[in-house]
């Protein structure tokens, strides 16, 4: 039954990995694939990971930039979730080997997710940081002495328009 379970689960996160990395890519090809050798059991194979971003050709994960094994990456996490919505998920520096463009569309993708999860997101790159609800943060002003420190980013915008409103006046 497990077997059962499990192969049926990968069929559907093959085809949502298919979908999500022509998203995250702007096009190209994803492909997930079960490594099974006879008579081994689907519970005991490995996967295959196959990637074809746009102009490349189709190539293992290894043979990816940092970049583009990160966004892949992303893809399966979000097949996975896309299958199965979880109400909690912590990603941590996910978004780190990406540039600034690739960082943008890993941002505007948790957009689509986060109605149904709460993501607690450690990251440094600003199109992430701009998504959040609130922001935690860590500042050392004495040496050896951490403070914790939060903001409301709708808060945050209500005083930079009040601000921004008293400039202009």
Known sequence: KMED???DSFDKIKKNFSEVFAEL????????????????SVLDAGIIIEAEPPGKKLQNI??????????????IIFSIIKLNPVPFCILDEV???????????????????RRNTQFVIVSHRKPTMELANEIY?????????????SVKLSEALKIAETVKNAVNE
């Open 95 to 113: 978004d780190a080997p990406l540039d600034e463009s690739n960082s943008v569309v890993y941002a505007k993708f948790l957009r689509k997710f």
């Open 25 to 40: 890519f702007d096009g190209g090809k994803g492909k997930l694939d079960l490594d099974i050798e006879y008579g081994q």
């Open 137 to 149: 943060g860590i500042t050392m002003q004495e040496k050896g002495v951490s403070k914790l420190f």
């Open 5 to 7: 379970i499990f192969s």
């Open 62 to 75: 290894d043979l990816l930039s940092g970049g583009e094994r990160a966004l892949t990456a992303i893809a």
